[in-house]
């Protein structure tokens, strides 16, 4: 057996093209977008004119048909550059383009898909809710049957891009007795609609230019068409685009990770103290080789997994139970080992750089705040432990 690790000619010219365009276009705007708390338009309006809000939805519906693995070729590149960036693409793309393209119909895929991969739409996904976090079958906004459609009433918490986003994928209870199984329906939801406000956006820690936005609800009125899947698997919707959300986590962690060792590599051959670039002496140089294992394990996690996703296509009606849950652990082990290396290589990164790493406006000092998040969002890595070890109980290694 010959498992090879390469990118075909196509996709390094895809990932070269990329480097220069976010090195010309994302890289300049990060240090002022973060000190100033802003959404970053100006980037985010170049990056979907050259196509990358729809780089894995295929051609025939708008986007640049390259797949899970080209779409992490990106993120990677982006995550070495600036991580507010890569959550506005991946709460677009991972978390609302899967929905659509994986459960929308053909009807759906032209009205909603399409303007959000050509990068004319912004899209948003809203499952948390202030009663529902981890345990997010327990949603509380209500569906109510209205005619022929439904009346959506509830409030929504922490959505990324929920504050810029002209649709949001929405999961809403038609059932509350049910709870995740058979109780949770996904909504396509124009934030158009009366009685769609956007509340109050959170001031955080990291991630400045990405928006986190509360979401009310009052008596949304949206028609059948809205309705993503079957009434009340709402929940299998969530969990397929969080499964492809939590492996492009972990691209955009590798690209980070990178950047920090990269920037980790440098100061340690230009700073000298007691005589000698402190890169010499074999307590950095251990740091280092550590941020570089981890980097050389992480890629090789990451694009199994993509590429698994892509063998694994965009029909969940013909996945059997097997692929299935082999894909949800594949995507937990993946986001949980990420997140946590990528905290743990910006921190060290940061021991390298000494004071000058927690001076305000660095960028290593701007990737420790970025990074934290990944090990809470998407599912925090308690959740994802479960996910793996209840797998593990069932199924064994
Ligand atoms: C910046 C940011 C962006 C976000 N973007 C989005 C978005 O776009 N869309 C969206 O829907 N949500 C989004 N979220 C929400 C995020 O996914 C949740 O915050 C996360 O899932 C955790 O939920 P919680 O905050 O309610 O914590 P809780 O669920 O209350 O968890 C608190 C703690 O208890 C632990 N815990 C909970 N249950 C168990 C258990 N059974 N066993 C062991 N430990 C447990 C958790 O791991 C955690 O450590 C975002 C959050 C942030 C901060």
């Known amino acids: 057996m010959t ?26 705007v990060v240090a002022e977008m973060d000190e100033r708390e802003e959404f970053p338009r100006a980037s985010v309006r170049r990056m979907q004119e050259e196509g990358y809000f729809g780089i894995p939805v295929p051609e025939e519906y708008g986007g640049l048909g390259l797949g899970k693995v080209g779409y992490c070729i990106f993120l990677e590149e982006l995550g070495k550059v600036d991580a507010s960036h890569g959550v506005i693409v991946g709460a677009h793309t991972s ?12 009807e759906q895929k032209r009205r909603w898909l399409v303007p959000a991969a050509k990068g004319e739409t912004l899209l948003a996904f809203s499952l948390t809710e202030p009663g529902s976090g981890s345990d997010s079958g ?30 949001v994928i929405v999961m809403a209870a038609n059932d509350p007795k049910l709870g995740a199984n058979g109780g949770v329906t996904a909504f396509v939801v124009d934030a158009n609609r009366p009685g769609f406000r956007v509340g109050r956006c959170e001031k955080k820690m990291g991630l400045h230019g990405s928006s986190t936005a509360e979401l009310v609800l009052d008596h949304v009125e949206v028609g059948a068409e809205a309705v993503l899947g079957e009434v009340g698997k ?8 969080l499964d492809v959300g939590r492996v492009s986590l972990g691209a955009a962690s590798l690209g980070g990770m990178q950047a920090a060792t990269r920037a980790a590599l440098e100061f340690s051959q230009q700073r000298t103290q007691f005589g000698l670039p402190i890169s010499e002496y074999e307590v950095i140089q251990f740091k280092l080789a550590d941020m570089a294992m981890k980097i050389h394990a992480l890629r090789g996690l990451v694009y199994l997994a993509a590429s698994h996703q892509d063998t694994l296509g965009t029909d969940p009606k013909v996945w059997g139970r097997l692929a299935r849950v082999e894909k949800t652990r594949e995507a937990a082990i993946v986001k949980c080992l990420a997140s946590e290396w990528a905290s743990e290589v910006i921190d060290e990164s940061l021991q390298i750089h000494g004071g000058l790493g927690y001076i305000r406006g660095t960028p290593i000092e701007r990737a420790y705040r970025d990074a934290r998040i990944s090990e809470i969002f998407e599912g925090t890595n308690e959740i994802q432990r479960l996910v793996v070890a209840r797998d593990l109980l069932a199924r064994g290694l």
């Open 234 to 241: 709402g929940f299998h919707v969530a969990m397929t685009a």
């Open 95 to 106: 978390l609302g383009t899967t929905p659509l393209l994986y459960y929308g119909t053909e």
């Open 138 to 167: 327990a949603v509380h906004t209500v569906a109510e049957r209205a005619g022929d459609g439904w009346s959506l009433t509830g409030t929504k918490l922490y959505v990324s891009n929920g504050r810029e986003a002209d649709a």
């Open 3 to 28: 498992i090879e690790l390469s990118f075909s000619p196509d996709q390094q010219a895809f990932r070269d093209a990329a480097r220069a365009f976010l090195e010309k276009e994302v890289a300049p």
